[in-house]
């Protein structure tokens, strides 16, 4: 019971500290590969955040255009060393094979969870404050709209109701259902 007194406060820190960092790199990943405003002033805070990260990495690793793989590469490191901090704290084993799935798998999560949310955000910002103009806005239309358009095109309005945004979260969730407990199980199977 005095073990946890300090493992979990610690434990916590660790995960928000590195989720918070993973989170910044993921958006400043979707953004470019999106190909949303560079000079918008939040994705200019995002680059600032990201880039002492994300210079190193890219003397070595060669980047895209719109695939960024100095950031996914930064994205899995960052993730294995939360993970491998947790597993220490916790005081368990290291497996490699292991950390390495299960951040290939809370990687995947936490994508879908973006787009999740983002999703959910624009519905209720579209309730709140239909047509507002903020960098925010632009940029949460920039992440959600490769999903909803399709989603649009198969589910038109019905007097004046979109439904594709409830289509986008079914479809994501199911997504996750379909994708992680696979992963999840692999990591077991490796680890």
């Not at 820190?13 to 979707?30: N, P, Y």
């Not at 210079?55 to 930064?74: C, E, M, N, Q, Y």
């Not at 047509?131 to 399709?150: K, R």
Request: proline share 7%; net charge positive.
């Amino acid at each position: 019971m005095s073990g946890n007194y300090v493992t979990d406060p610690v434990g916590f820190l660790v995960e928000i500290l590195f989720g918070l960092l993973i989170l910044a790199i993921m958006l400043r990943f979707l953004l470019q590969f999106l190909q949303a405003n560079p000079y918008n002033q939040i994705s200019q805070t995002l680059v600032r955040l990201t880039q002492p990260v994300l210079a190193p990495i890219r003397r070595v690793v060669p980047t895209g255009k719109r695939i960024d793989t100095a950031s996914i590469l930064a994205m899995l490191i960052l993730q294995f060393v939360a993970l491998s901090l947790l597993m220490l704290i916790a005081g368990r084993g290291l497996n490699p094979a292991f950390l390495l799935v299960l951040s290939l798998s809370e990687l995947i999560n936490l994508l879908l969870n973006v787009f999740l949310f983002a999703v959910i955000i624009r519905v209720i910002l579209s309730w709140v404050n239909p047509g507002a103009h903020h960098p925010g806005i632009e940029l949460l239309d920039n992440i959600t709209e490769p999903v909803m358009a399709p989603a649009r095109r198969l589910i038109p309005s019905m007097g004046g109701l979109d439904l594709s945004p409830i289509a986008v979260i079914i479809g994501i969730s199911l997504l996750k259902m379909l994708l992680l407990p696979p992963l999840r199980q692999l990591a077991l199977a490796v680890g």
